[in-house]
């Protein structure tokens, strides 16, 4: 990792690489903004919103299923590949969506998901209707019962609980073949070994590649090749993780790269080559496989999700996450939260991040949530990671600093996971409320209707135009790193600076240096132009300036 000592001015990217240090904006369009008041974000709202995210500072926007779907799990269950759901919108709303973007200088990442459809899809409604042994039912993974049929063809278990199979039972009541589903029953999973699913995929990504979308991300990138061959063997238990030699039966096995090199040539047949980025839960060695520039290019980190907020732990993260990158040609991407984790405000505010779960169960109330600890360790997080080499991936509604919503009544859950771990886990809707836009309407201007999942009287709080107007607000600070983000960020380079275990500190290019101090005490302040701090620095008459506990400062050194 070098140095370099060219000015501080904004560099302009090769288009071909716009990826590699990209701050994008995830979109989770059913809670987003609702422009025709049904109580569902939809593909006009994001439109109508483009302007507020050209103002923020990212470089691309990254929608999550906005497909036509039953909703068994918030999209991921599409019905049509190559549609918009009618309730979000049409095709003609998606280009104009991609036209406003595109016109203001945003790119858009559209999310892909290849394991598994929804049970509405055309193919698994042939399955259903064919016999045993059709070509319809080869495009699944449908399987006789073991003894005499009563008991499933495995043990391999839903991620949202329970078993992932599930019997059919013909209309006259009789049972006959189980299905696999690796998620919810309305989620069937393709099998990766049939050709046609293969050609299939790749004219959903000429689809929307044809449509001016500039990338992927590809959810559960590392379960499509599976071992099927009977009898088929047990899954490594999720707790131990994955095996790092490709041998689970169901996960990040070597043959699911075959396919992602086929992916590979399709995106590279367009001008700029067309990106995408891997959902890939599994070892940290493995991870890199999938970025390899033959491949995806890019994969998710997902480790900051799960760290505590600990400088040995962030450091490490980072040191090893860097080496991977620059093995696999890839930039390194950064995650602190998404639609699948609890808010890392909410995170940072327990007295432990595994703590998110039963927090969520006791409807907020147990652990307590130190909410003032953690939002100013979340802002502290966010200009640690937004200075960082490499992509940023930020979920809408942390730039607010939102927090985790709690106590969600349990008959307006929706994830599937409250219901598959039978009221065990509440699952993912907390990070999922619409968002708070202004304080005068109903809905906090997400729409005028009641929205889909409700919204709690704090996100008065944290509305956008409450912030906007707070020059001290998580808004505020993120439009200034993420400006200053776009004048500074480009490379790959970090040199670490060791002063205090407590402190995370590095210096990039041209005297940026980002300081971190993750105790609560506070901490010596290198010398340098402060131009940045997500937290009041002070300095007492006649001393030093300080660097408080649980703050990010980013400098000039000269
Ligand atoms: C991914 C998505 C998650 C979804 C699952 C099944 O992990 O991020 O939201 O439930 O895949 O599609």
């Given at each position: 990792?070098t140095?370099?000592?060219?000015?501080?001015?904004?560099v302009?990217?090769?288009d071909?690489?716009w990826?590699?240090?990209?701050?994008?904006?995830?979109?989770?369009?059913r809670?987003f903004?609702d422009s025709?008041?049904?109580?569902l974000?939809d593909?006009a709202?994001?439109?109508?919103r483009?302007p507020?995210?050209?103002?923020?500072?990212?470089?691309?926007?990254?929608?999550?299923?906005f497909?036509?779907?039953e909703?068994?799990d918030g999209g991921?269950?599409?019905?049509?590949?190559?549609?918009?759901d009618?309730?979000?919108?049409?095709?003609?709303d998606?280009?104009d969506?991609?036209?406003?973007a595109?016109?203001?200088g945003?790119?858009v990442?559209?999310d892909?998901?290849?394991?598994?459809t929804s049970?509405q899809?055309v193919w698994f409604r042939?399955?259903l209707a064919?016999?045993?042994?059709?070509?319809?039912r080869?495009r699944?993974?449908?399987r006789?019962?073991?003894?005499g049929?009563?008991t499933?063809?495995?043990?391999?278990p839903?991620?949202?609980?329970g078993?992932a199979?599930?019997?059919?039972?013909?209309?006259?009541?009789?049972?006959?073949?189980w299905?696999?589903?690796l998620?919810a029953?309305?989620?069937p999973?393709?099998d990766?070994s049939n050709?046609?699913?293969?050609d299939?995929?790749?004219a959903?990504?000429?689809?929307w590649s044809d449509r001016?979308?500039d990338?992927?991300?590809v959810?559960v990138?590392h379960g499509l090749?599976?071992?099927?061959v009977?009898p088929?063997?047990?899954a490594?238990?999720?707790d131990f993780?994955l095996p790092t030699?490709?041998s689970?039966?169901?996960?990040?096995?070597?043959?699911?790269?075959?396919?992602f090199q086929?992916?590979?040539e399709?995106?590279?047949?367009?001008?700029?080559p067309r990106?995408a980025?891997a959902e890939?839960w599994?070892?940290r060695e493995?991870?890199?496989l999938?970025a390899?520039?033959?491949e995806?290019?890019q994969a998710?980190?997902?480790?900051?999700?799960?760290?505590?907020?600990?400088?040995?732990?962030?450091?490490?993260?980072?040191e090893?996450n860097l080496?991977?990158?620059?093995e696999?040609?890839a930039?390194?991407?950064w995650v602190?939260?998404?639609h699948?984790?609890?808010?890392?405000a909410?995170r940072?505010g327990l007295?432990?991040t595994?703590?998110g779960?039963?927090?969520l169960l006791?409807?907020?109330?147990?652990?307590?949530?130190d909410?003032a600890?953690?939002?100013?360790r979340?802002r502290?997080a966010s200009?640690?990671?937004l200075?960082?080499?490499g992509?940023a991936?930020?979920?809408?509604?942390?730039?607010?600093?939102?927090f985790?919503?709690?106590?969600?009544?349990?008959?307006?859950l929706?994830?599937?996971?409250?219901i598959r771990t039978?009221h065990g886990?509440?699952?993912?809707?907390?990070c999922r409320?619409?968002?708070p836009w202004?304080t005068?309407s109903p809905a906090f201007g997400?729409?005028t209707?009641?929205?889909h999942?409700?919204?709690p009287?704090?996100?008065?709080?944290?509305a956008v135009?409450v912030e906007?107007g707070d020059?001290?607000?998580?808004?505020?600070?993120?439009r200034r790193?993420l400006?200053?983000?776009h004048?500074?960020?480009r490379?790959?380079?970090?040199t670490?600076v060791?002063?205090d275990?407590a402190?995370v500190?590095?210096?990039?290019?041209d005297?940026?240096?980002?300081?971190?101090n993750f105790?609560?005490?506070a901490a010596?302040?290198p010398?340098?132009?402060?131009?940045l701090s997500?937290?009041?620095?002070e300095t007492?008459?006649?001393?030093a300036?300080?660097?408080?506990g649980?703050t990010?400062?980013?400098?000039r050194?000269?």
């Amino acid at each position: 990792m070098t140095d370099t000592d060219a000015t501080p001015t904004e560099v302009p990217v090769a288009d071909a690489d716009w990826w590699r240090q990209a701050t994008v904006y995830q979109v989770y369009p059913r809670s987003f903004a609702d422009s025709d008041g049904d109580g569902l974000g939809d593909i006009a709202g994001v439109t109508s919103r483009v302007p507020y995210l050209a103002q923020l500072g990212v470089d691309a926007i990254w929608l999550s299923p906005f497909y036509p779907s039953e909703l068994a799990d918030g999209g991921y269950d599409v019905a049509d590949y190559r549609d918009v759901d009618p309730r979000l919108g049409t095709l003609a709303d998606f280009d104009d969506m991609v036209a406003a973007a595109h016109g203001a200088g945003l790119k858009v990442i559209v999310d892909i998901v290849p394991n598994h459809t929804s049970d509405q899809h055309v193919w698994f409604r042939e399955a259903l209707a064919s016999e045993p042994g059709s070509p319809a039912r080869a495009r699944y993974v449908f399987r006789d019962g073991l003894d005499g049929g009563a008991t499933p063809p495995s043990t391999w278990p839903s991620n949202f609980g329970g078993s992932a199979w599930t019997r059919l039972t013909r209309p006259d009541g009789t049972p006959e073949q189980w299905y696999l589903h690796l998620f919810a029953p309305e989620q069937p999973d393709l099998d990766w070994s049939n050709l046609e699913v293969r050609d299939d995929f790749k004219a959903t990504l000429r689809f929307w590649s044809d449509r001016g979308v500039d990338g992927f991300r590809v959810d559960v990138a590392h379960g499509l090749a599976k071992d099927l061959v009977e009898p088929l063997r047990d899954a490594n238990p999720k707790d131990f993780g994955l095996p790092t030699d490709g041998s689970d039966p169901l996960y990040d096995r070597d043959e699911v790269h075959e396919i992602f090199q086929e992916w590979r040539e399709v995106l590279d047949e367009y001008d700029p080559p067309r990106t995408a980025v891997a959902e890939a839960w599994v070892a940290r060695e493995r991870v890199s496989l999938y970025a390899r520039p033959t491949e995806l290019g890019q994969a998710f980190n997902f480790e900051l999700t799960r760290a505590e907020f600990d400088p040995a732990e962030f450091r490490t993260i980072i040191e090893s996450n860097l080496e991977l990158a620059a093995e696999s040609g890839a930039s390194s991407t950064w995650v602190l939260s998404n639609h699948d984790v609890v808010r890392h405000a909410t995170r940072y505010g327990l007295p432990a991040t595994t703590d998110g779960d039963a927090f969520l169960l006791s409807g907020g109330t147990s652990p307590e949530l130190d909410r003032a600890t953690g939002l100013r360790r979340a802002r502290a997080a966010s200009m640690l990671m937004l200075a960082l080499p490499g992509s940023a991936y930020v979920y809408q509604g942390e730039e607010l600093g939102l927090f985790e919503v709690a106590d969600i009544p349990d008959d307006q859950l929706q994830d599937p996971v409250w219901i598959r771990t039978e009221h065990g886990l509440k699952g993912r809707d907390g990070c999922r409320v619409p968002l708070p836009w202004d304080t005068s309407s109903p809905a906090f201007g997400f729409g005028t209707h009641e929205p889909h999942l409700p919204q709690p009287a704090w996100f008065a709080d944290s509305a956008v135009s409450v912030e906007e107007g707070d020059a001290d607000s998580t808004l505020s600070l993120y439009r200034r790193a993420l400006a200053l983000r776009h004048q500074l960020q480009r490379g790959e380079d970090l040199t670490w600076v060791d002063d205090d275990p407590a402190v995370v500190h590095f210096a990039r290019h041209d005297g940026w240096h980002s300081v971190t101090n993750f105790s609560t005490e506070a901490a010596a302040l290198p010398e340098g132009e402060v131009l940045l701090s997500s937290g009041p620095v002070e300095t007492p008459a006649g001393g030093a300036a300080q660097l408080p506990g649980e703050t990010t400062v980013w400098l000039r050194v000269r």
